[in-house]
Structure formats: structure tokens, C-alpha cells
Nanobody
């Protein structure tokens, strides 16, 4: 059973940057899809970015393209999300998740292991 722990969230002003990390324990990440998701108060959870097992395929929400970068270090069992030029609308709880396999990483329904989340708050 994998455990996922996010870190790196915080409060920043608009235009600032944060780097989220998701450390895994109890199991490997190597063969699995990984993703970052977020949920703002009163809104549904949305996929922010996903990445294939070998990092060859990434997908971003339109709202974060060009500002966020997802990456992974399978040897360190860690997933990252570099966020730049943050906007108030990026304010949300951010979750990392591991997929049940290594295909169709863009589909939210493949993710079945979730972290507890880290809060990101962006002020204007």
C-alpha cells in the first residue's frame, strides 16, 4: 500500500512561485501514472497535470499551461509540481495521486491512491 505525502504548499502573492513535492513510501512509483489534482472550496476536483511512468507524456489543464511543470524522480519516489506566475484562481488544496497502472494517465478514473493534500493560497 503506497502512502503519498505532499509538501511545499503555502501562501504567496500573485506572480510568485511554489514547488510542490509528493513523496511516496510503501511502494514504488515507477510503473504508474502520477498526477496533481486540486480542489477549491465549492468547486469540483480538477486534474492539474499528469505524467506517464517514463515522463514521456505530460498533460496540463488549459488554465495552467505554460505556468506549471510536472516532473518525477522515480528513483527518489517523488513527484513534483513547479508552479510559476501564480494567480489567485490557483488557490486550492493540491493533491498528488498514483494511478492503478501506467496507461491512460490523462484519465482521472485511473487514479486510486491519494495523498492528504497541501494548501496553496495566492493573494492578489
Amino acid at each position: 500500500q503506497v502512502q503519498l505525502v505532499e509538501s511545499g504548499g503555502g501562501s504567496v502573492q500573485a506572480g510568485g512561485s511554489l514547488r510542490l513535492s509528493c513523496a511516496a513510501s510503501g511502494d514504488t512509483l515507477s510503473p504508474y501514472c502520477m498526477g496533481w489534482f486540486r480542489q477549491a472550496p465549492g468547486k469540483e476536483r480538477e486534474a492539474v497535470a499528469t505524467i506517464s511512468p517514463g515522463s514521456s507524456l505530460t498533460k496540463y489543464a488549459d488554465s495552467v499551461k505554460g505556468r506549471f511543470t510536472i516532473s518525477r524522480d522515480n528513483a527518489k519516489r517523488t513527484l513534483y509540481l513547479q508552479m510559476s506566475n501564480l494567480k489567485p484562481e490557483d488557490t486550492a488544496m493540491y493533491y498528488c495521486a498514483r494511478g492503478s497502472g501506467g496507461s491512460f494517465c490523462y484519465r482521472e478514473d485511473v487514479y486510486n491512491s491519494w495523498g492528504q493534500g497541501t494548501q496553496v493560497t495566492v493573494s492578489s
